[in-house]
Antibody
Framework: EVQVVESGGGLVQPGGSLRLSCAAS????????MRWVRQAPGKGLEWVAN????????YYVDSVKGRFTISRDNAKNSLYLQMDNLRADDTAVYYC????????????????WGQGTLVTVSS | QSALTQPRSVSGSPGQSVTISCTGT?????????VSWYQHHPGKAPKFMIY???KRPSGVPDRFSGSKSGNTASLTVSGLQAEDEADYYC??????????FGGGTKLTVL
């Protein structure tokens, strides 16, 4: 059974840092692009960052560029999001998601999601 | 990277069909056939429903179908069932390995 489980959320002051983790199991982690998506209270989903299978390429939404860093450890089947200089508008539930691959190809979609971890930025 | 536009809510009775629209621009929905849809029951993990505009991953009932015309994509849910009540989000590839989601639509089964 595929599982992705986020952890590391919590309450942090503006300007502070937090590191989110995502533990993956039940699939060949190193085969998939991995992604972070967030949902602010009362708002829709927002794509945050992607990382290629080998970690060589990383992409971010403009609002987090220079502040967030996505990384992965294929040996540990784990994905990370280092969040620095946090702002109040970063308050959200953060989801870890896999790309989508079938037996033939990989696609531009988000297949497996975790239940999210809540990050609250407030003084 | 502006969010795609979805209606805030739609509703239908059991057995009926409803369609949720998702409007973007030529830089996202209109520029790529990479629209996907997600079902989200609050407090749970979102569920992957449609990819590449109109393809269903295995396990998704054929009551769910997707389409696209120009800058607007649509998700149709036929034969509504009580368990279809959820929030639905569209998502489009926007080039350079970036994605944009819609604001979400709450589907109510009356």
């Amino acid at each position: 059974e595929v599982q992705v489980v986020e952890s590391g959320g919590g309450l942090v002051q503006p300007g502070g840092s937090l590191r989110l983790s995502c533990a993956a199991s039940g699939f060949t982690f190193r085969r998939y692009w991995m992604r972070w998506v967030r949902q602010a209270p009362g708002k829709g989903l927002e794509w945050v960052a992607n990382i290629k299978q080998d970690g060589s390429e990383k992409y971010y939404v403009d609002s987090v560029k220079g502040r967030f860093t996505i990384s992965r450890d294929n040996a540990k089947n784990s994905l990370y999001l280092q969040m620095d200089n946090l702002r109040a508008d970063d308050t959200a539930v953060y989801y870890c998601a896999t790309g989508y691959c079938d037996s033939n190809d990989c696609y531009y979609a988000f297949e497996h999601w975790g239940q999210g971890t809540l990050v609250t930025v407030s003084s | 990277q502006s969010a795609l536009t979805q209606p805030r809510s739609v509703s239908g009775s059991p057995g009926q069909s409803v369609t949720i629209s998702c409007t973007g621009t030529s830089s996202d929905v209109g520029g790529y056939n990479y629209v996907s849809w997600y079902q989200h029951h609050p407090g749970k993990a979102p569920k992957f429903m449609i990819y590449d505009v109109d393809k269903r991953p295995s396990g998704v009932p054929d009551r769910f179908s997707g389409s696209k015309s120009g800058n607007t994509a649509s998700l149709t849910v036929s034969g509504l069932q009580a368990e279809d009540e959820a929030d639905y989000y569209c998502c489009s590839y926007a080039g350079s390995y970036t994605w944009v989601f819609g604001g979400g639509t709450k589907l109510t089964v009356l």
